[in-house]
């Protein structure tokens, strides 16, 4: 009996041994396996070695190799499969270089804050708000989803905290409250933003809020076509250009509320000339951008270029980025501001019946500037009149020139003499020396 207890107690210390063997592999095993993890979430950390700049949450950086590789397939798709409709146009003339289906009415999401600020703008103007009012966030604006400035309830911010807010990182939360500062409420708010669009001849506009968020209650959202976003853009530039100064800022950051995000514009800092405008996604309206930005003109070549790019209804955020970044390159590379004439050299000579010189200079009266795209040839056509016959005073116009480019004029001048024609003869000749001579004398007293 004694012999079977002590084997009995014998093989409970075995089994008990076992088990603590077992449990120490368990989390020998466990630790293993957490280690592994942590070396492989480490392995998986971002390697940002591409040639390419893109957008990130922490601002423009190169790209990994999976983004770069998404960005090299979407750009084997055309610019009408990769978005609902797109607009490349002149913010100095309205003339709209590319476009594709412009007229259809689109959902703007957060692109319609910029007739929210818009209005803003007017209530700073006519003296109704001032940049440095103070508001506190209450509690609509406060519980606002989508993009945000992170306010919260009893916050003090002025109207200007408020504009770049909206502006750079798209706050919902900040254009609400300034809606509400404005008007009272949402609703109010629509009612101005509406007469806006109405002043400025957006006949399929529609604004049921200051956000662009769909309003569910309704199944309704804001909207209007890709041709009255880039007519809105224009004149958003034209009536308030310090719009720009807001939309280029690179990120928004509040300190007191550790608040640090970056502008939404997928590629402000990656296309050199971009300073604008703003971006827009819900699920009605797909990823949304309206880019604009300024080339600067060469001296006695080119002068100033501003282009506004849109891209509405792309299915991702790489497929916009894709899109506008491509629209704007390539219009910045192919478009330009080009100088016509110079008033210093002479278009070309020209006989003159009975002139005392064998050939006579003929100049534009006045030099000038035309839109044109880089890639087409442009084509000059001089007439000069019939049966001219000195003597010809200083300044009188000899002819005409004009400038084509794909068939449409985009430029035309008078052609005239500088000095005076003067006829044949001896007599002649001694009136021209004269006058030469008295015409020395006025520039050395002058």
């Known amino acids: ?16 041994n076992i088990n603590v063997f077992a449990q120490k592999d368990v989390s020998i ?12 979430k480490e392995e998986k950390k971002e390697i940002r070695d591409q040639n390419i700049l893109v957008p990130t949450k922490d601002g423009v950086q190169k790209a990994t190799a999976e983004e770069a590789g998404k960005i090299e397939e979407y750009e084997k798709y055309s610019l009408e499969e990769l978005s609902k409709s797109y ?19 689109r959902p703007m999401a957060s692109t319609s804050k ?10 700073i103007k006519d003296g109704t708000i001032s940049k440095s009012d103070e508001l506190t966030i209450d509690r609509e604006s406060s519980i606002l989803g989508g993009s945000t400035f992170k306010l919260k309830e009893n916050d003090k911010m002025t109207v200007d905290d408020l504009i770049k807010a909206s502006m750079v990182v ?23 933003m509406n007469k806006k669009c109405k002043d400025l001849g957006l006949k399929n506009a529609h604004m049921v809020n200051p956000t662009g968020l769909t309003n569910y209650a309704i199944e309704d959202y804001n909207k209007m076509t890709t041709r009255e976003m880039f007519i809105l853009s224009c004149e958003l530039i034209k009536y308030y250009p310090e719009i720009l100064n807001y939309t280029k800022e690179a990120y928004l950051k509040d300190e007191d509320r550790n608040f640090l995000e ?4 997928p590629i402000l800092g990656i296309v050199p000339e971009i300073d604008g405008l703003k971006t827009g996604y819900t699920n009605a309206s797909g990823r ?40 704007m390159s390539k219009g910045f590379d192919n478009y330009e501001y080009t100088i016509f004439g110079t008033e210093s050299k002479p278009i070309q000579n020209i006989n003159v019946e009975n002139a005392q010189d064998a050939q006579t200079p003929v100049f534009i009266k006045s030099k000038g500037y035309a839109l044109v795209n880089k ?40 052609l005239i003499v500088k000095d005076k024609v003067y006829e044949k003869g001896i007599l002649q000749r001694f009136v021209r020396i004269y006058e030469d001579i008295f015409k020395n004398i006025e520039r050395e007293v002058s």
């Open 1 to 16: 009996m004694r012999r079977f207890t002590a084997l009995f107690l014998l093989g409970i210390i075995l089994i008990l």
């Open 29 to 40: 095993d466990k630790n293993t396996s957490v280690k592994a993890t942590e070396e492989a």
């Open 87 to 105: 607009l490349l146009g002149d913010y100095q003339s309205g003339k709209i270089l590319e476009a594709y289906n412009i007229d259809e009415v």
């Open 114 to 123: 910029l007739v929210s600020i818009f209005v803003v703008f007017d209530k």
């Open 170 to 192: 798209s706050g919902n939360d900040a254009i609400t409250a300034l809606a509400k500062h404005i008007s009272g409420s949402v609703e109010a708010f629509s009612v101005l």
């Open 262 to 265: 970056y502008n939404t514009n």
């Open 288 to 327: 949304t951008v309206i880019s604009t930005g300024l080339k600067k003109g060469i001296e006695g070549k080119s002068k100033d270029l501003r282009l506004v790019g849109i891209v509405t209804g792309c299915n991702g955020d790489w497929q916009r980025y894709v899109a506008i970044k491509r629209l």
């Open 375 to 414: 890639k087409e040839n442009i084509k000059k056509d001089i007439k000069i009149i019939s049966e001219l016959k000195a003597p010809i005073e200083a300044g009188k116009k000899v002819g005409t020139i004009k400038y084509y480019s794909s068939g449409d004029l985009i430029f035309e001048s008078d």
